[in-house]
């Protein structure tokens, strides 16, 4: 009763800021009216992970990495413990990888020639290397041998980083963001690393920066609560990034940082506060302007002792949006709000252009072990079991809903995922805030969920003809079989990105330049405008048809598929 209450006042109490905020500054972005499919979405709980997916990402057509931290997963590989696997999605299959460092609370992207490169981590908990500087490379393959290249005495980062965040940037090399020198709860002065480096190094800023760290006064601004701060690329060449309280754009080319509105209503939103959020679809009838969406987070102080925090604190339900332009900027955040509060949630952009919230908490803050009340080792208690859509094109009051989505019974807390695939289906795994690997309440969880929208239900188009890279601005052609009295379609790509403590490294979606010829049998598409609005990297493009249909996606590189620009000089430092 004492939980409902709470709640009850959370939400009364974020619905009347909403209200006020909504009534001095109404205004959105205007976006064109998108379709979907009407209905009933259904869940299966199909085959196991292994270990336990703290961060997820699609490799191929068939295939998603997982990575673990370093714990006793009954799994093994080389001897010892397994935390990372390449699964099959469409058998369930899993095999073992074998990362030499612990990967716990790092970070992730796929780099303009396809490989993934996995950045800093925790020092080893039970074998392998400290993860803090650790950079791991994976390039997907069809042959089921390929595996996690590592080698620290001469591919690291240049200082621990754990609890970072990063982003692909338009030369398709990615840039690492924060973090702590090491482990704990929250950071703090001690701990904080105030910088930015990139992978592969780079000397660009003229300042003796040289293929090492970068400072960011942001970073320093934004303590206690800056872990995994939110970062979007944006279509002007410049990196939207949130944490704490604040928000900034990040110009990385001079090392400029223009500080932006704060977040609406005392909301912090990187972790242990975890929100989640997501840039809107880029598309030609908004002429690409960019906006974000930042939803859930906590306003609890972020300078109190850890045993002041409780798994009952409330948290947050606002959501807030900001167009990202001089105009929008001005306008300032505008409001809305969730049906319920939330914390750790995860946003999976759909190729219906349509946002599914899935996975955390509505009480208590991320981590494990370190508050109050705690539920065995978690933080966090009462889980969020029923997905919400957020629709962005729909009128203010009408853009959340959960009619026709089953609920879970699966907790999916700390260190859960989720993704989209490229059939169109979410995947969500992962939860375990637990020191190790445990069956008690909120247990380490290794079961695979898998969302199928309405859509998938519907007669599909399909497509040929894809090329293996596709590079800006150009036109090929694919050929189209659609279903029976479908006259009109559109294209987009996706970035489908890397998940992991409810935020989505990279994740994107960018709608194409199409014309459908007069027999309805070929499309005619033309690539990204430029390497600003979608970084040379994987994209998976869906074909969608005027009722909100998608193919299943394929899988190309944009750009040339060229590896990200290396300068010696740098990575000699």
């Not at 976006?31 to 209905?39: E, H, I, K, M, Q």
């Not at 961060?55 to 998603?64: G, I, R």
């Not at 990362?99 to 609370?105: D, G, I, K, R």
Request: hydrophobic residues 40%; glycine residues 10%.
């Amino acid at each position: 009763m004492q939980f409902l209450l709470r709640l009850f006042s959370a939400l009364l109490i974020n619905r009347l800021l909403i209200k006020v905020v909504l009534a001095s500054n109404a205004t959105f972005a205007v976006l064109d009216a998108r379709a979907f499919v009407p209905g009933s979405w259904t869940l299966a709980q199909q085959g196991t992970t292994g270990v336990s997916a703290m961060q997820l990402a699609v490799t191929s057509e068939t295939t998603a990495i997982i990575f673990d931290r370093v714990e006793h997963n009954a799994l093994t590989v080389g001897g010892h413990p397994a935390w990372s696997v390449e699964l099959n999605l469409n058998t369930r299959a899993i095999r073992a990888l074998n990362p030499a460092s612990n990967t716990l609370c790092g970070t992730g992207n796929f780099l303009g020639n396809g490989t993934l490169v996995s950045t800093g981590g925790n020092p080893i908990v039970i074998t392998g290397l400290s993860g803090l500087q650790g950079v791991r490379l994976f390039t997907p393959c069809t042959n089921s041998k390929c595996d996690i290249f590592e080698n620290a005495a001469r591919v690291r980062l240049t200082s621990g980083r754990w609890y970072p965040s990063s982003v692909r940037i338009e030369d398709g090399s990615a840039l690492i963001f924060g973090g702590s020198m090491n482990g704990g709860f929250i950071n703090n002065a001690a701990r904080n690393n105030p910088s930015y480096e990139y992978y592969p190094p780079k000397n660009i800023n003229g300042k003796g920066f040289n293929g090492l760290q970068i400072p960011s006064k942001f970073l320093v601004d934004t303590l206690n609560g800056n872990h995994f701060p939110i970062m979007l690329y944006l279509p002007d060449g410049t990196i939207f990034v949130a944490a704490n309280q604040q928000a900034m754009i990040l110009n990385w080319r001079t090392n400029s940082e223009t500080r932006l509105p704060g977040i609406p209503n005392g909301v912090r939103v990187s972790s242990p506060f975890s929100a989640g959020a997501a840039l809107l679809p880029l598309t030609p009838e908004n002429n690409y302007t960019p906006e974000v969406l930042i939803c859930g987070g906590s306003t609890l102080n972020d300078r109190a002792a850890s045993q002041d925090f409780t798994s009952q604190a409330p948290t947050s339900a606002q959501c807030s949006r900001m167009v990202l332009t001089a105009d929008g900027i001005a306008a300032g955040w505008q409001v809305e709000t969730m049906p319920q509060p939330r914390i750790m949630l995860e946003m999976v952009q759909l190729p219906d252009m349509r946002l599914l919230i899935v996975n955390g908490a509505m009480t208590g803050v991320a981590g494990y072990g370190n508050v109050q009340n705690r539920v065995g080792d978690s933080n966090a208690d009462n889980p969020a079991f029923t997905p919400v859509i957020y629709d962005p094109s729909a009128a203010v009051g009408s853009r959340f809903s959960s009619v026709g989505i089953p609920a879970s019974n699966i907790a999916r807390l700390y260190h859960s995922t989720a993704t989209l695939t490229p059939n169109g289906t979410v995947m969500i795994a992962g939860s375990n805030p637990n020191l190790d690997v445990s069956t008690t309440k909120y247990a380490t969880e290794y079961r695979l969920e898998f969302y199928s929208p309405p859509y998938m239900f519907q007669p599909r188009p399909t497509y040929t003809g894809l090329p293996a890279t596709v590079n800006y601005n150009a036109k090929f052609n694919l050929a189209v079989q659609l279903p029976t009295g479908v006259t009109a379609v559109t294209a987009v790509i996706i970035d489908l990105g890397f998940a992991t403590h409810g935020v989505h490294m990279d994740q994107r979606l960018v709608k194409l330049v199409t014309t459908l010829s007069a027999d309805g049998r070929t499309l005619t598409v033309t690539g990204p405008p430029s390497a600003k609005h979608y970084p040379p990297g994987p994209a998976y493009l869906y074909v969608v048809t005027s009722a909100g249909v998608p193919s299943s996606g394929h899988k190309t590189l944009i750009g040339t598929g060229a590896s990200p620009p290396v300068d010696p000089g740098a990575i000699a430092k």
